[in-house]
């Protein structure tokens, strides 16, 4: 979603905050701009659309400005268009500020400024902040003071850049239950909203807290709470990672980071999983990143405490969530825990019951999802446990939770998750094996056998990946259908929704998963031979189940597809087409099974000519409610 940047140094600040923008592309956005300060005047230069326009008009007006601030809005009040891109302005053209969040009372405050004369120029509800600040300031022409007055008035969660023509040596930088981060140089600072932004420049930064204004020269960086009260804080270091945000010859990110899978897998297993005939270690302290702030890395629970959980309570939007269903069938497997898993946002408004012997869990590949972030709040509230599954070790979700398992992916640039699925994933099959061991409900034989098997499946992903040029060549016979439907059961009717939200999000294909025994309960009534059906077919426990069901789609005249096994005649005789997967045990068949679909989904879309990497509409970190 939106991305705020900030420059000041001796460099020239548009080059730099554009840098940092690019960094930001990744999230989702509809507009860009930027505000520089140059020869004592305030300049903005916004546009609509990709941030190549901004990149143009940047070219053609040549700022030589040595501060700035920059901004990739994805909109929320008001089309996207030039007038409501950041940064906006107050009345004098004098303060410009950039917002990421939601002002909820922008319409009472637009209103009591329109009462006293201030005209608005845009739809957003960031205006109002460019004018209250300018209203406040006219009061004792102190900058910070007026910016405290102000950001005390506004309701929501938020996070704001601004700057001053009358104080050109600065950029104030506030953050309200968001992410802010100070970039540390020599005589030169950064902002932005996602470190990732400012790594090329630096990995020294200050994350702001909750309700902290940061007062930034190039020289040094001040924090004050919203009271004005000084707070010191010492730098982290950014983790490295050996993934970089480069194509690296694959045609999109997407591809790239499909292809990165088993390499994922292999980094995160291999952090908590030891050796079979250990028991696993989700406590990992020793890993912790030189100087990082994390001391809750790792699961810290004590055996007491994990023999007294009565209940375990996931929470998670969109792929995180279809990776938490498969979670709680694990976990319900091998643990004999109840688990409930939530679609985050329906914890608003609901009585949740979680108490002293819940373990809540998170899951967010941005641990930025502020639907996630709330749920987990409220968890906290009631006293559970918390436990945070995340891609981003300096993410918000990763500051509010007492354990955290961090994805061991490096960034995932194309907004369609794929490989911090996998990961997600692989971390519930260690967290699932982790609690059996702990609560004995696991013998150290079944413990090992399991550990045995994760460990086979980046070698099975491997040979998948190999046989993409035959997905691809299937996958463009289906890329004309209107509608798709995907079934699957048990364990892979979560891989069914993935596969549908997958082929949804790139090729804007309208597209529904179903659990196969559901089929018959209405949504057979779409099926005809104009509708492809996506079969999840695993030898197992429920495939001649989910066989009859397919059937049933079959004698509807849909065209038929499975995913399945190599060897298995049966699905050859009743598919049309069959994307095969090595053999793999019905447990651990989610984590391959998804990858055919994935792959379906990114051809689709690549022989569409559709936006792969960036889908129209979509942001990779949702950070409104
Ligand atoms: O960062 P999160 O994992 O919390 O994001 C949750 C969803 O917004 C995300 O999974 C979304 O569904 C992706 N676009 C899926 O490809």
């Not at 201030?118 to 957003?124: C, G, L, R």
């Not at 529904?512 to 079969?535: F, R």
Request: proline share 4%; glycine share 6%; aromatic share 6%.
């Amino acid at each position: 979603m939106c991305g705020i940047v900030g420059y000041l140094g001796p460099l020239k600040a548009a080059p730099v905050l554009l840098n940092e923008l690019k960094c930001l592309e990744y999230r989702g956005y509809d507009s860009a701009g930027v505000a520089v300060i140059e020869n004592g005047r305030l300049s903005v230069m916004k546009a609509a659309g990709k941030l190549s326009n901004l990149e143009a008009l940047l070219a053609d007006k040549k700022p030589s400005a040595n501060v700035g601030i920059g901004h990739t809005r994805w909109a929320t009040h008001g089309i996207p268009n030039d007038q409501n891109a950041h940064p906006h302005t107050d009345s004098t053209g004098t303060i410009a500020v950039v917002h990421n969040g939601i002002i909820e009372n922008y319409e009472e405050l637009r209103e009591e400024l329109k009462g006293l004369g201030y005209a608005f120029n845009s739809d957003t509800d960031t205006e109002v902040v460019a004018h209250l600040v300018s209203h406040e300031y006219k009061v004792d022409k102190d900058l910070l003071k007026a910016i405290t007055r102000s950001v005390k008035r506004l309701v929501g969660i938020f996070a704001l850049g601004v700057v001053s023509q009358e104080h050109p040596d600065r950029i104030y930088a506030i953050n309200h239950h968001y992410s802010l981060s100070v970039g540390l140089g020599n005589d030169e600072n950064f902002l932005a909203s996602d470190s990732m932004a400012v790594r090329q420049y630096t990995n020294r930064v200050i994350k702001l807290e909750q309700s902290e204004i940061a007062e930034i020269t190039a020289a040094k960086v001040r924090l004050f709470t919203f009271d004005g009260v000084e707070v010191k804080r010492s730098p982290i270091a950014l983790d490295t990672s050996p993934y970089v945000i480069d194509k690296c010859g694959y045609k999109h990110f997407l591809l790239k980071e499909i292809h990165e899978q088993p390499l994922v897998l292999r980094q995160t297993l291999s952090k908590y999983l030891r050796h079979p005939n250990h028991p696993i270690d989700l406590t990992i302290d020793h890993l912790t990143p030189a100087g990082s702030q994390s001391a809750n890395y790792g699961v810290h629970l004590t055996d007491e405490e994990i023999k007294g959980l009565t209940r375990i309570n996931i929470f998670a939007c969109g792929t995180a969530y279809h990776a938490s269903m498969v979670g709680k069938l694990l976990i319900e497997e091998l643990v004999g825990i109840p688990v409930d898993v939530d679609i985050a946002s329906e914890i608003r408004g609901r009585r949740l019951l979680c108490n002293e012997s819940t373990l809540a869990i998170a899951v967010s590949q941005s641990g930025e999802t502020a639907d996630t972030l709330a749920a987990l709040t409220e968890a906290k509230k009631k006293g559970a446990y918390t436990l945070g599954i995340t891609n981003r070790a300096d993410s918000h979700l990763a500051q509010l939770t007492q354990n955290l398992i961090v994805t061991e992916c490096g960034i995932e640039v194309s907004v369609a998750a794929t490989k911090t699925y996998l990961a997600q994933l692989a971390c519930f099959y260690l967290l699932a094996i982790y609690l059996g061991e702990r609560r004995g409900t696991l013998t150290p034989e079944r413990a090992k056998e399991l550990k045995i098997k994760l460990n086979l499946v980046p070698a099975m992903i491997e040979q998948i990946l190999a046989r993409d040029e035959v997905i691809r060549e299937t996958s463009v016979k289906y890329a004309e259908a209107q509608d798709v439907v995907f079934i699957g059961r048990g364990l892979n009717f979560p891989t069914a929704l993935e596969g549908a939200l997958k082929l949804k999000e790139l090729s804007y294909i309208h597209a529904s998963g179903y659990a196969a025994g559901e089929l018959k309960h209405g949504p057979i009534a779409v099926l005809d031979q104009n509708v492809p059906v996506i079969t999840v077919l695993v030898p197992g426990l429920v495939y001649e189940k989910t066989l009859s069901n397919a059937q049933e789609a079959r004698a509807r005249k849909a065209k038929m597809i499975a995913v399945a096994v190599d060897g298995d005649e049966q699905a050859q005789r009743t598919f049309d087409s069959v994307l095969t997967i090595p053999p793999v045990d019905e447990l651990f068949s989610p984590m391959t099974t998804v990858v055919p679909l994935q792959l379906l989904s990114y051809f689709i879309s690549d022989y569409l000519g559709k936006d792969v990497d960036q889908p129209r509409n979509l942001a990779k970190s949702v950070t409104v409610e």
